[in-house]
């Protein structure tokens, strides 16, 4: 595991293995990478095709992991060497975003994981709407045909396919350039 200019190897204390994906950037960003490309493979047909749902709810998936890999990564503190306890801390570490508000890292709202005080980069407030709804793909909507609740009925309002591709795409550019930033000062 890398920590802001170190490179330090986390090893499990059950296993005596080095845990690659846990704490480290470079598992997470490995999966999103893999989601986007499945994504990216999946055809597009129309707007109103499953398809699209599919694909909004992959990327979603990709969004969430590297805003995920992005936040764990800057909490980790490089005295730590092994992994038992960041990853006790990880299933309840509670970040803050941008308007003080705190939020457990668990949660599977990109607005929320995109407002963190510590992502690395600005994201718009329109950008932020959008990643609500793909929020909605991610949860349910890319994998279940009809809501399971009839307050996630669909919106009229909701952005077009276009636009919330378009946002998932460049968010995934930012987040991606920040991993890798991340991933040079280790040198």
Known sequence: MAGYGMDVRIISHETGLYLRGIVGIDGWADFAIALKTYADCKPII????????????????????????II???????????VTPFEEKLRTFRFTRKDNQVRALG?????????????GFEVSVSEIDHLKVISIYTQWKGRYPVPLDIQNMQSSSEPSFEDLSTTAK?????AMAEVNRLRSLRQ
């Open 46 to 69: 129309s707007p109103e095709t499953t398809p699209n749902a599919v694909y909004l709810m992959l990327m979603g998936y990709a969004l969430e992991d590297l805003a995920k890999c």
């Open 170 to 174: 460049n968010i995934y550019d930012r």
């Open 72 to 82: 764990a990564y800057k909490a980790y503190n490089a005295t730590i060497t092994d």
């Open 107 to 119: 949660t599977h709202n990109l607005d929320d994981l995109y407002l963190a005080n510590n992502i």
